[in-house]
């Protein structure tokens, strides 16, 4: 099961609007729920338990088109412990459109999210 809800665009905030991504081959764009919006805006380091993120991931040139919408990567922030040489992240894959998990793990994302920049705002990459 996803960690966010089929109605995330109605319930979390846009944070990062449509925009390419090198790294995801794809343009992206990502939401936040409203546990972590404020912190994720502020570059907090770490974000609040419960936060979770969910990076949209069109394999168009816009995020317009629901259709070119291909997989969503989501980050829940779980508590300590959890996997503290992390951040304490669960990541998932879960491919669009059925919402099916295909990835509950890091290794897709994982090395991006090392770099020095990411780990200052709890392995978050966007710039802002």
Not at 41 to 57: H, I, R, S
Not at 73 to 85: H, T
Request: with cysteine.
């Amino acid at each position: 099961m996803p960690v966010f809800p089929n109605d995330y665009r109605a319930t979390y905030r846009l944070v990062r609007d449509c925009r390419g991504s090198i790294e995801h081959a794809a343009t992206i764009r990502v939401y936040v729920n409203e546990i972590g919006a404020d912190a994720y805006l502020a570059d907090a380091n770490p974000l609040p338990l419960g936060t979770v993120v969910v990076k949209e991931e069109f394999v168009g040139t816009g995020c317009d088109n629901d259709e070119e919408l291909a997989v969503w990567s989501a980050m829940l922030k779980r508590e300590p412990g959890f996997d503290s040489a992390d951040g304490d992240w669960q990541w998932q894959e879960v491919i669009a459109p059925n919402r099916r998990v295909r990835l509950d793990d890091k290794t897709t994302c994982i090395q991006c999210h090392r770099e020095p920049e990411c780990l200052k705002r709890d392995l978050m990459c966007a710039i802002p």
